[in-house]
């Protein structure tokens, strides 16, 4: 830790993006009196439901750090859950943007076309799995690529059916809340959900100890006795599970999913809004399990922050709705489309799936290390730089969120940003921006131990 001039708690804003200092700074106790006066504001002015992780008023953010108006530099491992992967303010984006907003910042889409939301679309189908015809439209949201695709694969099918998992993460909205898992905080007194959504196990290595192959036949057993092959239009699954703790299913699993759909006219959803773009060390984890998914919703990452989403898929299926039947107002804004062609020229020219995979190997290495002599690290697991910690209790197995919680909030005072998951909630999630310089991460990671030997 050092202090600076630069951001003392009198300067003016620290200028945002690349060029703010790679350290972590405590000027304050966090929240600082500045911080804490917003964090009062919010209480008065914003919806209870909206809750917040790191009690910080933000600043500016960069490299691997966020910088609130306390002057406090804090390590960055959350990357504003998997969005800012290639660093917030990257300067590739920073420049489409304003080129843009300059231009022009609406004319909807389905009104006046523009060429930017047609090269995403372009882009998007070359870099996604798969080198059959595809085609894309685009959305503000993940929860509104999930719920168009879903609206695309029961018009092709001309079926009702969705077959979702245990540990499922999906959205906020009503279909989507129909489709997660979790119930609090996500579900729980907002119903009633959407019908014909059904729920399988999910492979959970670790838990269920099941081969690939064993857990896809339960699934397929369950669709066939419970739902029925006729009516199910589509299977959604998340390659890794996000929210609901970076799980990565067993060999064999998703290949097997994805053969049964092909024989059996059921469109297979690929949800890599967090997973996407260079995140797992690959562009997406289908590619890690060797699956083509027929679509693949994207968001999170694909615009270096800017609301954007997708559904990319086989032409035929993408096709099937009526002219009018798919888009939205803003779907595919000029401003978050520019922002997303600079960001996929930056996640395919800039060396970003290797760094994926060099951060994947710092993290493992320091995580694994700590589990073989702490038992309450229970399983370490992830692909890339999407990675997580499962804490237990050492004697039991029993998840621990107490535990988790703690050493969460103990990271979180010590000035490294770190978000928990799981359906347990006993889950440390690590996704840092790729933009995050070795010595920062580690020094994060050597906080992580700290609390988890404190506590
Ligand atoms: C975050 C997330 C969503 C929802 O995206 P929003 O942009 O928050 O609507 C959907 N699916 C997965 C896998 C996610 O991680």
């Known amino acids: 830790m050092s202090t600076t001039e630069l951001t003392s708690p009198t300067d003016t804003t620290p200028l945002g993006g690349p060029s703010l200092p790679q ?28 809750g917040h992780t790191v009690p910080i008023q933000a600043v500016a953010a960069g490299g691997g750090v966020v910088v609130d108006a306390d002057g406090n530099s804090l390590i960055d491992l959350g990357a504003g859950i998997a969005v800012t992967t290639l660093g917030n ?45 595809k085609k894309s439209a685009l959305f503000n949201s993940g929860a509104e690529a999930v719920e168009n695709a879903v609206k695309i694969a029961r018009k092709f099918t001309k079926k009702q059916a969705v077959l979702a998992f245990d540990h499922g993460y999906h959205g906020r909205t009503n279909l989507t809340m129909a489709l997660t898992a979790k119930a609090m905080p996500y579900k729980s007194g907002f119903g009633p959900f959407a019908s014909e959504i059904y729920r399988s196990p ?7 100890g099941l081969s690939g192959s064993d857990a896809a ?32 299913p067993a060999e064999g699993f998703l290949p097997a999913l994805v053969d049964w759909c092909r024989a059996n006219d059921v469109v297979f959803i690929a949800d890599e809004v967090q997973t996407g773009f260079a995140r797992t060390g690959a562009m997406f984890a289908s590619e890690l399990f060797g699956i083509v998914p027929d679509l693949i919703t994207t968001a999170k990452g694909i615009a270096g ?3 954007l989403a997708a559904v990319t898929g086989r032409a035929e299926i993408m096709d099937a709705s009526h002219t009018g039947g ?10 978050a489309c520019a ?38 690290i229970g399983d370490v697991r992830g692909r890339g730089a999407m990675i997580a910690a499962e804490f237990v209790d050492a004697a039991t197995g029993e998840p621990d969120a107490a535990l988790t919680g703690a050493i969460a909030k103990a990271c979180i005072a010590e000035g490294v940003i770190v978000l928990t998951c799981g359906t347990y909630g006993n889950v440390i999630r690590f996704l840092p921006p ?22």
């Open 434 to 455: 790729l933009s995050i310089p070795d010595d920062l991460l580690v020094e994060g990671l050597d906080v992580v131990a700290a609390a988890l030997a404190a506590a």
């Open 202 to 208: 999910l492979s959970y290595p670790y838990r269920d």
């Open 89 to 133: 303010a990257h300067p590739k984006v920073v420049a489409a943007v304003q080129a843009q907003v300059a231009q022009f910042t609406h004319t909807c889409f389905m009104i006046s076309p523009y060429e930017s939301y047609v090269g995403v679309a372009e882009a998007l189908n070359r870099i996604t799995p798969g080198d059959h015809a």
């Open 305 to 307: 922050g800017l609301p």
């Open 339 to 376: 922002a997303a062609l600079a960001a996929i020229d930056a996640f395919e020219n800039d060396g970003l799936i290797e760094r994926a995979n060099e951060i994947g190997t710092i993290l493992v290495d320091r995580l694994t290390a700590l589990q073989a002599s702490d038992p309450r």
């Open 326 to 335: 798919l888009g939205g107002t803003y779907g595919g804004n000029p401003i």
């Open 23 to 50: 350290e972590r700074r405590m000027l304050t106790p966090i929240p600082g009196p500045r911080s804490q006066e917003l964090l009062a504001r919010k209480a008065d002015a914003v919806a209870a439901g909206v």
């Open 217 to 248: 036949k339960r699934t397929i057993s369950l669709i066939e006795k419970q739902i029925g092959a006729d009516n199910l239009a589509a299977i959604i699954i998340e390659p890794i599970q996000g929210e609901g703790g970076f799980i990565v």
